[in-house]
């Protein structure tokens, strides 16, 4: 049986049709599915502008541009793998730690299935309950963590989690494996100049803005791949990596971050990774008035789809 397919731009016109990622089929859950494209819309966990409750309605909606050939690899993901929207986790938007149970709870029942989770978010809380999730399955897998924030706080304002805790409380817990961590494009001020240093001394590989300003990303995709090998690995994309030229619309943007180029770069090369699920997180659509940050969004999940085992490249 032919793999679902986008619903194309000739059947129905763009401005049309379900409002599902790349205007594919929705499904209620995630059986019988490769992939599994999954929204989590939640802003409780964020500490600075909110928003991003609205981020998976506007990464659908501007993914209705996306077509289903990656012209600049050739890789024909719907040819070789089942997926669909099987739309949004029904979180508690009164209460943060509800929500983490349930979203736990979801990503079991998803990962049971047999289904690789793609997220769209959703504020970045929502990694820390999907990773408890894949440990289940996986152990401690490997992380690539591209942001602009290294996510490790001890608490904010007394709370163990929201979305500047996930990565401390992950490795506290043991869902990570420490020194298959990569952390891409941190950078701004700091409460402490050791402030991106605790991570290093756990393990993690920290690779500031600063030292990939003006360069092609291939090379370091590389050495991630060569780091993690076989190992299962979580790919968690904050839009915030983006500088806010490419992407303002986003609860706590820094300037001087990676391009849209970049980006993809970082991405693509990554390919051949054994890949477990991806998330895109803190798309703040009250701040994105153009809809570029959500459409960028959009073609930056599409492209972790592409490179997922099982994709065929023509």
């Given at each position: 049986?032919?793999?679902?397919?986008?619903?194309?731009?000739?059947?129905?016109?763009?401005?049309?049709?379900?409002n599902?990622?790349?205007?594919?089929?929705?499904?209620?859950?995630?059986?019988?599915?490769?992939?599994?494209?999954?929204?989590?819309?939640?802003?409780i966990?964020?500490?600075?502008?909110?928003?991003?409750?609205?981020?998976?309605?506007?990464?659908?909606a501007?993914?209705?541009?996306?077509?289903?050939?990656?012209?600049?690899?050739?890789?024909?993901?719907?040819?070789?793998?089942?997926?669909?929207?099987?739309?949004?986790?029904?979180?508690?938007?009164?209460?943060?730690?509800?929500?983490?149970?349930?979203?736990?709870?979801?990503?079991?029942?998803?990962?049971?299935?047999?289904?690789?989770?793609?997220?769209m978010?959703?504020d970045?809380?929502?990694?820390?309950?999907?990773?408890?999730?894949?440990?289940?399955?996986?152990?401690?897998?490997?992380?690539?963590?591209?942001?602009a924030?290294?996510?490790?706080?001890?608490h904010?304002?007394g709370?163990?989690?929201?979305?500047?805790?996930?990565?401390?409380?992950?490795?506290?817990?043991?869902?990570?494996?420490?020194?298959?961590?990569?952390?891409?494009?941190?950078?701004?001020?700091?409460?402490?100049?050791?402030?991106?240093?605790?991570?290093?001394?756990w393990?993690?590989?920290?690779?500031?803005?600063?030292?990939?300003?003006?360069?092609?990303?291939?090379?370091?995709?590389?050495?991630?791949k060569?780091?993690?090998?076989?190992?299962?690995?979580?790919?968690?994309?904050?839009?915030?990596?983006?500088?806010?030229?490419?992407?303002?619309?986003?609860?706590?943007?820094?300037?001087c971050?990676?391009?849209?180029?970049?980006?993809?770069?970082l991405?693509?090369?990554l390919?051949?990774?054994?890949?477990?699920?991806?998330?895109?997180?803190?798309?703040?659509?009250?701040?994105?008035?153009?809809?570029?940050?959500?459409?960028?969004?959009?073609?930056?999940?599409?492209?972790?789809?592409?490179?997922?085992?099982g994709?065929?490249?023509?």
């Amino acid at each position: 049986m032919m793999p679902n397919q986008p619903l194309g731009g000739n059947e129905m016109p763009r401005f049309g049709g379900p409002n599902t990622f790349m205007r594919l089929p929705a499904a209620k859950d995630a059986e019988g599915l490769d992939v599994a494209f999954v929204g989590v819309p939640m802003d409780i966990g964020a500490s600075w502008r909110s928003g991003t409750r609205f981020g998976p309605k506007a990464i659908r909606a501007e993914s209705a541009m996306l077509r289903p050939y990656n012209m600049g690899t050739g890789a024909a993901p719907f040819d070789g793998l089942q997926c669909a929207d099987i739309g949004d986790v029904a979180i508690n938007t009164f209460d943060l730690k509800d929500s983490v149970l349930r979203i736990t709870k979801a990503y079991d029942a998803i990962l049971t299935s047999g289904a690789l989770p793609m997220t769209m978010g959703g504020d970045h809380t929502l990694t820390l309950p999907i990773l408890r999730a894949i440990a289940k399955k996986h152990g401690p897998v490997a992380l690539v963590h591209v942001d602009a924030h290294a996510d490790i706080n001890e608490h904010m304002f007394g709370e163990a989690i929201a979305h500047g805790t996930p990565f401390r409380r992950a490795y506290e817990e043991g869902l990570i494996n420490p020194q298959k961590v990569w952390q891409i494009g941190l950078r701004g001020t700091g409460y402490t100049a050791e402030d991106f240093n605790e991570a290093r001394g756990w393990g993690f590989n920290v690779v500031q803005a600063e030292e990939i300003w003006q360069k092609p990303l291939g090379p370091l995709a590389e050495q991630v791949k060569a780091q993690i090998g076989e190992t299962p690995v979580y790919i968690t994309y904050d839009i915030d990596s983006l500088d806010p030229a490419y992407a303002p619309g986003t609860g706590t943007p820094e300037i001087c971050g990676l391009t849209t180029p970049q980006a993809v770069q970082l991405i693509r090369g990554l390919r051949g990774l054994n890949i477990v699920g991806c998330d895109l997180v803190e798309v703040s659509p009250p701040y994105d008035t153009s809809g570029n940050t959500a459409l960028t969004a959009a073609n930056l999940l599409y492209e972790m789809l592409c490179i997922l085992p099982g994709v065929p490249v023509r």
